[in-house]
């Protein structure tokens, strides 16, 4: 049986409140939902919690969802766990997120893994529209097979785009393919995993931003990448932090393991935090258990 569900998060101002508190509201088709909306840093920033039950996706799964930050608002979403792509024996599986962020709103998509086990045919899609004002931090971790037991990915097909756009459009896309099903491209997907310009054989790809709804000035912009650059840890991996298009800074590491590369992108995202929002970091329980 394949899971068909649809999530749609609404986040508005209260107009009642004396001070700004952002209301999230959440509607939800099948297994996909929020529990309550959490405010451990106030009420004008909501924490939402995103949960799907049934623990995995596999082939045939659908997920989609579908947020709007109305001007003012400040959301923080994130998952209580990995969100995992299982072994598929045909069919493929899909996850698809909208977020549009009107102005002076604030986003932050800051999921935990994603796991894509061996045998998996998947598709992850993320697309954020920033309205002029708008500003977000989003990360994205990407295991590949299970590093800590040591499994490969080998087999099967991922393909995932992140895409950041503007009023004009498409700003910044990313979009990759790792396919083992197709003869034509096994051998190139095994020569991009192993090379020095593709994951180096390692095993997990970590991507944070920090973007915004129009384009910010160079010395901003190399600001907000020397913040990223300090905060990261000596020790952990080697990363690079640049900005591939003048609304964007992006930053990337790799890894043989998650857990060294969540605990650098903590850092990052309390530095940006700071350096865009003048306001400190306020993890979500959910991180701590």
């Known amino acids: 049986m394949s899971w068909h569900a649809r ?3 609404d986040y508005r101002l209260d107009p009642d409140a004396p001070a700004p508190r952002t209301i999230g509201r959440a509607a939800h088709e099948g297994p996909l939902r929020v529990l309550q909306s959490l405010y451990p840093e106030g009420p004008a920033t909501c924490h939402h919690v995103i949960v799907h039950p049934p623990g995995g996706i596999v082939g045939g799964d659908t997920l989609e969802v579908d947020a709007r930050l109305a001007a003012g608002t400040h959301a923080l979403v994130t998952t209580p766990g990995a969100t ?3 072994r598929s024996g045909g069919a493929s599986a899909r996850q698809q997120v909208l977020a549009r962020v009107d102005a002076a709103a604030r986003l932050e998509w ?3 893994e994603t796991l894509v086990h061996d045998g998996a045919r998947a598709a992850n899609t993320l697309r954020f529209e920033l309205a002029p004002g708008a500003s977000m931090i989003g990360w994205d971790l990407l295991a590949l097979g299970l590093p800590a037991a040591g499994e490969a990915f080998a087999r099967g097909r991922f393909e995932q785009s992140i895409e950041l ?3 004009n459009g498409g700003d910044w896309l990313e979009r990759g393919v ?3 099903d197709d003869p034509a491209l096994a051998e190139l997907t095994r020569r991009r995993l192993a090379s020095p310009l593709g994951f180096a054989g390692h095993a997990v790809l970590a991507t944070a931003w920090c ?7 160079d010395a901003r912009r190399n600001e907000l990448a020397e913040a990223a650059r300090a905060a990261w840890p000596a020790d952990a991996p080697t990363m690079g932090c640049t900005s591939p298009q003048p609304r964007v800074i992006v930053l990337r590491a790799l890894a043989a393991r998650v857990e060294p590369l969540h605990v650098a992108l903590l850092q990052v995202w309390a ?3 700071r350096a865009l929002w003048a306001i400190e970091p306020c993890a979500p329980r959910v991180w701590r258990t």
């Open 7 to 9: 999530l749609r998060l």
């Open 165 to 167: 756009a503007g009023a």
């Open 110 to 112: 800051l999921p935990l």
């Open 271 to 273: 530095a940006w935090r």
């Open 178 to 180: 790792l396919d083992f």
């Open 84 to 86: 995992r792509f299982y």
């Open 211 to 217: 973007a915004f709804g129009e384009p910010l000035p």
